[in-house]
């Protein structure tokens, strides 16, 4: 036995798309929701992938971290200077007073034979 239920059927429009004489317009128009569809598709597909992939997400924080660690390290300079603070007026001044203490301790050394 079947039993029938009454069921309200919607009333069409009578505008030319629901007809099935679409008009380049509205054609048009499904297309680019469509292109639209697919291209939100795809960015949510990638943003998923992005996340499940452990190894890339690994990768990209040890990046980061090394990255950071770069960023706080200091560069040595030409002269070997660590610090990395030192102006260049700094290094025109340190290198003849480097000089002369050594000319200065070589001089006294040898005096200091001389002497003995």
Do not use: Y
Not at 49 to 61: C, E, G, P, S, W
Not at 75 to 102: E, F, Y
Request: charged content about 20%; glycine content about 6%; some cysteine.
């Amino acid at each position: 036995m079947s039993t029938s239920k009454n069921v309200a059927i919607p009333a069409q429009s009578a505008s030319p798309a629901s007809s099935g004489h679409a008009t380049a317009d509205s054609v048009e128009e499904v297309q680019r929701q469509i292109e639209r569809t697919r291209d939100e598709l795809g960015a949510t597909i990638d943003q998923l992938t992005a996340k499940v992939d452990i190894r890339a997400r690994a990768r990209q924080q040890a990046a980061a971290i090394s990255a950071r660690m770069q960023a706080m390290r200091p560069t040595p300079n030409r002269a070997g200077d660590v610090t990395g603070n030192s102006s260049p007026r700094t290094k025109q001044v340190a290198v003849p007073i480097a000089v002369g203490a050594c000319v200065f301790v070589l001089g006294l050394l040898v005096a200091r034979r001389v002497v003995s």
